[in-house]
Structure formats: C-alpha cells, structure tokens
C-alpha cells in the first residue's frame, strides 16, 4: 500500500537536520524574545491578521540581498513563463490572469505526489503526473493594475489589483509546513462582491508521444460544497479542499491538496486540513513558515557585484526550496507547479535533468533538499524493475526515464548494449554522482556504505556484463545511445561512467575498509577499458562517430564536466564552437567547463548570454526565472546555472579546496559566507578592491584540508583563536585541521569581517514583470 496523504501535512526537518523537538524548542525561543514580522506573540487574533502585520526589516547582510532579490510584477502575468510561484516540495502554486478573462486571476494548484497509477504503460502516461486544477478569484470589475512583490525571504506574494469598480490587497503563501495555500484579501469599495471558485481539469495525461489508443482519462470529478474529489481507475485519488472566513472588511481562503492511493482519494485528509488551519490559528502557523524560511537563507550568503545576477542566485535557492526537499519526490520537469497546458514531460526525466538541477544545493549549504538521495534509499529495490526481464539477475541495476518518483519505469526499460534500442545506459551510474556529491560534502560514511557502494556496485555490474574484448586487447562497449546525439559503440558518455563509477567503488571499499571480492575486476576494467576515441577536434562521441553539429546535451563531455577526469581544451572549443542547438543548461555547463579551465571572463559571458534572455534554439529563460524550450516548459537549466555560480566562487575537486578560482575582474567585491566544499568544509570568505582579503575554513568532518586561497603575498594562517596553526606550502596550503576546528588565511593585519550585500549595479531590474 501506498498511502501517502499524510506526507503533506507533516512538519519539514528544520534546515540545520535538528529534529521536531528541536524545532518546537527552538521556535518557542524565537517567538518569546523576537518580533517576527510584526506578529511574535500566537495568540489568535484574527484569521486575517497575520497579512496585515508590517514585516519587519532585517538589518543583516541576507536581509539585504533578498530584499533586493524580490520579484516585482508591475504587469498583469499571463501565465506559467511569466506568473509569480509559491510551494513547499508538494503544494505548488501559479498565479496569473488568462487571456480573455478581464476579471479574474487564476491560482493553479499542483501537487507532486499526484500522479497515476495504471503501471501497464511506461512511466510517463501509466505513471503520469496529472493536472489537477485551479482557484479563480472574480472580480467586480475589469483588472486594469497589478503591483505585487514576491518576498523571498517569507516565501509570500503581496500586492494590490486594481480595476475598474475598485481594488483588493492581497497576501499569499503557501505554509511550508502543512502544504496549504493562504490567501487574504482585502478589497475596497466597489469589490465586495469578489468571489472565489474552483475549476477542476481532466485527470488525463497530457503526454502525447506514444500515447497507447486503449488510455482513457480517470473518471470525472466529484464536485461537492468545499472540495472536489478525483478518483482515479487505479483506486484512491486526490481532493482539493477550501473554504473562506471573513473578519470584518477582510477574508482568507485556505486550500490544499491531499492524495492517497489505493484506498483513499484524501477526501477527509483535506477538508480536515482546511478546518483546522482556519479554525486554530493561522497567524501562529504563518509564524512558524517565516522562521523556517528565515533560517534556510541563513545557511549561507553569497554577494557579487553584478546585482542582475545575484538576484537570479537567490531565487534559484528560492524555487530549489519551494519545489523540493529531502522527504519530496525529485524534481520533474516543472517542478510542482504543473503548467496549465501540460505538455509531455509528466514525470521525471534522468538522462540529464535531475543530475543538474541538483548540484546547487551542495555548495550552497542545503542538504535538507537533497530529494535524490533520499529517493534511491527508499525506492532502490525498484531499480532492478529498470533493467531488461531478460537480464536480471539481482546483481545489477538500472534507472529508465521517464520514471516516476518510486523509480518505477512502467514497461520500459534501459537498453541493452548492442541492442535497439539501447537508450539510458548511463542514467544510473550519472545519478549516483549526484549522491557522491552528497556525500563528498557532508562526509557521511553511511551514505557511503548504505546506499552509493551497493547500488553503484549494481550500475557499474550491469555495465560489466556487456564489456568485450578487442583484437587490441581492450575492453570496448557495444553500441549505446550517447544521448540526445548518435549510437556509438564505445559511446564516450558511457565509458567516462564506468571509468568514474570503479575509481568511486574502489575508492570508496578503501574508505570503508571492504574486503570486497570484485575490486580486482573494476582495477581490470580501469587497465584495460579502451581510451576515449579522438580525431582532429578532440574526443568524438564514440568509435567513428564524431561531434558533427551542434550538440546541447554535452554527454561526450561528462569526463571534463562534471566528473572532472581531465582537461582538453580542444574538445572543449569544438563543441562550443557549434551554439545553434544549445539550450540553457548548454550554457551553464560550458560557463563552469570555462571555471575550471580558470577563464573567468569566459564563463561568465557564457552565463550572462543565457541569463539575459538570449533566444537560441527557440529556447530561453522566462521573465521568473523559469525556462521554455519551444512550447515546452522546464526549471531544470536556471538552476544549473545557479551552480555555474557557484563554481566561480567556490571548487572542492580533486582534493583542493579553491576559494575565488573564476571571479571576473569586474568583481571588485565578493563576500561569501558558509558555502559547503567537498571534504565537508564551510567556507567564508571576503574580496575588495579586486584582492582576496581573508579565507576562514571550518571543518566538519576533520579531512585533510588543501586550500589554494589565491591570496597575493605573505599570508598568516591561524586558528578561530588568533593562535598560529602549522601549516605547508605557499599557493596551496595543507592545514591539519581537526573536526570542529577553524583556519583563517588573511594577508598580513586583516581580520575576518561580518558578510555583507556588495556594493554594485542596483539599476538593473528586478526579476518578474517590473
């Protein structure tokens, strides 16, 4: 049984792991000595007050760049491209006006754990995500103005609607801990009669590719005073629930979504879950989303000179935040916000997108949001209903896409080298690097031992099993699918995964101290596996198969970026020298190929060219900060390009730790604060007038530390104390440094200074419809 109409109403881990009764605890502190947002006392007054409570202004440097971070719509938006968005990891939200409809704004509903359940057909269609509806709040009058702000440090949209009969002020979240979706609203003269309604869309896939001609949609929806219950064929189903109350001139709704599966459709779950969000106290509710908001920013800082930018960071942490977190499902395509139109991207995609939406959350100090690590704990067993019948043996594993978020492929499954067709071979293998990653940061040896070992183990067996020798003595791979580009035998994406996948596993047996049985085989496989084929322009995409035309995927070139096997500027230049087919995440990639070749006027042209809106491929960024690729919508690449961020200003590879290695010269100022390294290391740092002033290096775990600091000079390195540490070398420094302990690296007389918002372009606008 699968039943998971709960998950949305429990209560997120606070960001610093501590757990509920550490939260409890800590929050009690928080409301007894501090004014958050005009409302520190819970006691219920009124279901309207907390939108009426004058927020208050934080003095700290984070309270700074998210102020200047808000996202301003000046202009009615139209929809998913351009409309403000709300979630917690399950309940996301658009709002937006359709064409046509003068008087009404629409808020979409979606859920992440809503999705079908018929596993005969393939992942996408049996397992499909479904649309689920959408709020209409119906005003008197035509909407003539908007002036709303997207707080990101409350995670809340405010603002006014103006029209011709008058006006209404608003307040909008989603609580971040129970999934519902707050709304109040207060209109003037004229718009006492604005109105709430539901519209409900048909639970039907809108995936059309390979739709089978037996699908039919799941039954019509039951409508009911407050709700609307969906069943679906496969049993259970979703309900949306909601209900206003009034408090003098002013209203709030709540809403929300439950879902169960096979027994339930949510019914009671959801209209409980109204009840008793508006009937207890909403303001202590709204109290507790802000503080959990407040304390997720402050894990880290990061300030650059170029706002327009900065800006864009920040909401990334944003939207990674509202759509996902360590008990929600991995990310698909949109998210949880479902766009109204739907397209065929309807569950979850791994031959690229998971594996770069998820890097940011590493060096930006957010393990609380890793979905993919949690994921293939609880759902591993599932990976083997990846690989083809005729080939399990319980020994290997595979991962198809699309799958769902239990990692079930439906009947579809990875190809099988030599084979047609032989699609997401590398799949697996590409996502556990992401939980290397993972662990590399947090140093975890039970993510190690438990999870990326063992299932590693399965990937690189699958792989193992199709490996044959050549007339020259080396191990060579039948055809595969480098994706998104050609079949090649010897297809250089695979082979940089399986070289990556037994360096790991024998890498990690040594960690763990394993007598394990196959490390023989994979330091065979390393001996003897062919060499990456190569012409004129550097590595093709496999044997005789060169990089003929543009090529956005860049999976030839998984060995430079991200697993950082070497560097080979020539192939590097040959596909950068091709850009008509790039899409965003192209971008990203190639701005952090150019960090660790050290051009950081390159990567950051690279990043610029996408960020500013730049069309190529008919593919661009969207005014939120959102991506569309055609007619089809994705989130996948702007956070990519959060991490290409990132690498400019923070590198762990390889064992070093490297502070400022691609900052641009235009950067005169940079403050970072707390951003997470390989090694699991947090590191502040501080640069003006165009120097590094000061490094100070926490260890958590106790790894050795290198530190390539990129200080100028004599530097001093002590300790949290202002004692002198032992230390060697000059460029890169080796520190011993225990668990617990503190490094400062300064230039002579500098001392570490408090984190601060950078002074730099302001005029550039804001992110929305400004």
């Not at 219920?44 to 927020?55: D, G, L, M, N, R």
């Not at 934080?58 to 979630?87: C, E, Y």
């Not at 029209?163 to 209404?168: D, K, Y």
């Not at 879902?259 to 009840?275: C, I, K, L, N």
Request: with cysteine.
């Amino acid at each position: 049984m699968d039943l998971l109409i709960h998950q949305m109403n429990c209560l997120i881990s606070p960001p610093n792991g501590g757990t509920m009764s550490e939260n409890t605890s800590s929050r009690r502190t928080f409301l007894g000595g501090v004014a958050l947002g005009g409302a520190a006392a819970v006691v219920a007054t009124s279901p309207t007050a907390w939108a009426q409570a004058v927020p208050e202004k934080k003095t700290d440097a984070h309270g700074d760049v998210l102020r200047d971070a808000a996202m301003i719509w000046k202009r009615l938006p139209s929809g998913w491209q351009n409309g403000p968005f709300l979630g917690n990891g399950f309940l996301g939200v658009h709002v937006y006006n359709k064409g046509g409809e003068g008087n009404v704004l629409r808020f979409m509903l979606n859920h992440s754990l809503v999705q079908d359940q018929r596993g005969q057909w393939e992942a996408a269609i049996g397992y499909s995500r479904l649309p689920i509806g959408y709020l209409t709040l119906t005003f008197a009058g035509t909407v003539t103005a908007v002036d709303w702000r997207l707080d990101l440090e409350r995670a809340e949209l405010t603002g006014t609607v103006t029209t011709t009969q008058g006006g209404v002020r608003f307040s909008a979240l989603v609580l971040n801990q129970r999934g519902v979706l707050l709304v109040s609203t207060t209109p003037t003269p004229g718009e006492e009669a604005a109105a709430w309604g539901f519209t409900p869309l048909p639970s039907h896939t809108t995936r059309t590719i390979r739709l089978p001609p037996e699908y039919t949609g799941n039954p019509e929806p039951v409508v009911a005073e407050g709700h609307v219950e969906q069943p679906m064929h496969a049993g259970g189903g979703y309900t949306t629930a909601w209900r206003e109350v009034r408090h003098g001139t002013s209203r709030v709704l709540a809403a929300t979504i439950a879902y169960g599966y096979p027994d339930s459709t949510g019914v009671e779950e959801a209209v409980r879950t109204v009840r008793r969000v508006l009937d207890g106290n909403p303001e202590a509710q709204v109290v507790t989303h802000r503080l959990w908001w407040q304390r997720f920013y402050r894990r880290s800082l990061l300030s650059i000179p170029d706002k327009r930018l900065q800006r864009f960071y920040w909401i990334q942490l944003y939207k990674m935040a509202s759509a996902t977190r360590d008990g929600a499902p991995v990310v698909t395509e949109w998210g949880p916000w479902f766009p109204e139109a739907g397209n065929s991207w309807t569950n979850i995609w791994w031959n690229l997108n998971v594996q770069v939406s998820y890097p940011m959350i590493n060096g930006s100090n957010h393990p609380e949001l890793d979905a993919v690590t949690t994921t293939f704990r609880k759902y591993r067993e599932n990976l083997e209903l990846n690989v083809n019948p005729g080939y399990r043996d319980g020994k290997s594993y595979a991962l198809c896409h699309p799958g769902d978020r239990m990692l079930r492929p439906g009947p579809r499954y990875v190809g099988v080298p030599g084979v047609s067709p032989n699609d997401h071979t590398g799949n697996l293998t590409w996502g556990m690097h992401n939980v290397w990653l993972a662990y590399r940061h947090s140093m975890d040896d039970a993510v190690l031992r438990d999870l990326l070992h063992p299932i590693l183990t399965g990937a690189i067996t699958y792989y193992e099993r199709f490996l044959v020798e050549g007339a020259d003595g080396r191990l060579h791979l039948p055809e595969t699918r480098s994706p998104e580009y050609a079949n090649a035998s010897d297809a250089t994406y695979d082979l940089s995964l399986i070289r990556w996948g037994c360096r790991t596993l024998l890498d990690s047996a040594d960690r763990l101290r394993l007598d394990d049985p196959r490390k023989a085989r994979w330091q065979e496989i390393l001996a003897r596996l062919v060499p990456y084929h190569q012409n004129e322009d550097g590595v093709m995409i496999g044997a005789d198969v060169p990089l003929a035309e543009s090529h956005r995927h860049y999976s030839h070139l998984l060995w430079l970026y991200p697993l950082q096997e070497s560097l080979d500027r020539r192939s590097f230049e040959h596909w950068t020298s091709m850009r008509e087919r790039w899409h965003g995440y192209s971008f990203a990639a190639a701005s952090s190929m150019e960090t660790l070749f050290g051009n950081p006027e390159e990567a950051l042209a690279q990043l610029r060219f996408f960020i500013d809106g730049n069309v190529v491929d008919n593919c661009a960024i969207t005014p939120n900060t959102m991506y569309r690729e055609g007619a089809n919508f994705a989130i996948e690449s702007p956070l990519a390009a959060a991490q290409s961020v990132l690498d400019m200003l923070i590198q762990s590879h390889g064992g070093v730790v490297k502070v400022f290695p691609a900052v641009s010269a235009t950067w005169a100022e940079v403050s970072v604060e707390q951003l997470r390294t390989q090694g699991a290391f947090l590191v502040d740092a501080s640069r003006s007038q165009g120097r590094t002033d000061w490094i100070r290096v926490r260890s958590e775990a106790g790894e050795p530390l290198r530190l390539r600091h990129g200080i100028e000079g004599p530097v001093e390195v002590r300790d949290e104390h202002g004692r002198p540490l032992p230390h060697r070398g000059t460029d890169t420094l080796e520190i011993p440094l225990r668990r617990g302990r503190t490094a400062i690296v300064s230039r002579p007389g500098q001392h570490p200074s408090q984190p601060r918002d950078v002074p730099g372009d302001d005029s550039a606008p804001a992110w929305g419809l400004p």
